[in-house]
């Protein structure tokens, strides 16, 4: 079995201060994890994925994960916040050799104050 | 341009009256899901389908049908929708590559009164 917590439900940052959203998992075999993001009105967008290899993955907008397989954790990383990252972003796992269905945690609420 | 397009994107019903709303991908993908988005629930999956005439049960598929006659589309059936199907719906798909990383639609939110 397979499953997601994403720690904060919102997170509030200001203006070019770090941005951190946590996410830890649980698989019984080697994950396939997974950032998406949401913006206000619009439907889920992928930001960054680790299958397999280097364990820092960079995406898009200039965040970054790193997968820590003795940590169960594949936190999400920003160093400065703009205004335009404000969203809802989710984390997700899958099984690999498993099955194809992922499973998302409940997603948390970035807010940026100016 | 690679899309997945939902439709309606906004909808408004009553108890009791049957609707669909459409799945449409162009990206050739084998597999497509239907996810249902509530406040403080995050995504909890409904449906899904590995490929033509293969569906199966996700987490919440009660009230749900779905029909995969057709690569490309993957409409959701609600026979006899109820209030607590209220929520905000989106369709995806995904292949074997890149670990099945998955292509949202825009999302259709459906009120039932």
């Known amino acids: 079995a397979q499953s997601v917590t994403q720690l904060g439900s919102h997170v509030s940052v200001s203006e070019g201060a770090l941005v951190l959203l946590r996410c830890n998992y649980s698989?019984?075999?080697?994950?396939?994890l997974f950032w998406y993001v949401q913006y206000p009105n619009q439907g889920l967008q992928l930001l960054l994925k680790?299958?397999?290899?280097?364990?820092l993955v960079k995406g898009i907008n200039g965040f970054e994960a790193e997968f820590k397989k003795s940590e169960t954790s594949f936190h999400l990383t920003k160093p400065s916040a703009h205004m335009s990252d404000a969203a809802e972003y989710f984390c997700a796992v899958r099984s690999s050799g498993g099955s194809y269905i992922p499973t998302f945690g409940r997603g948390t609420s970035l807010i940026v104050h100016p | 341009e690679a899309q997945v397009t939902q439709n309606p994107r906004y909808l408004i019903t009553v108890t009791g009256k049957k609707l669909t709303v459409t799945c449409s991908q162009n990206?050739?993908?084998?597999?497509m899901s239907w996810y249902r988005q509530d406040p403080g629930l995050g995504l909890r999956q409904i449906y899904y389908?590995?490929?033509?005439?293969?569906?199966d049960k996700g987490d919440v598929p009660e009230g749900y049908k779905v029909s995969r006659k057709e690569k490309r589309n993957f409409p959701l059936i609600l026979e006899s929708p109820s209030p607590n199907q209220t929520s905000l719906y989106f369709c995806?798909?995904?292949?074997?590559?890149?670990?099945?990383?998955?292509?949202f639609g825009p999302g259709t939110r459906l009120t039932v009164t």
């Open positions: 389908s590995m490929n033509v005439e293969v569906t």
């Open positions: 995806a798909s995904s292949a074997r590559q890149g670990g099945y990383e998955q292509y």
């Open positions: 680790y299958t397999t290899g280097a364990t």
């Open positions: 698989s019984s075999v080697p994950p396939y």
């Open positions: 990206m050739n993908h084998e597999y």
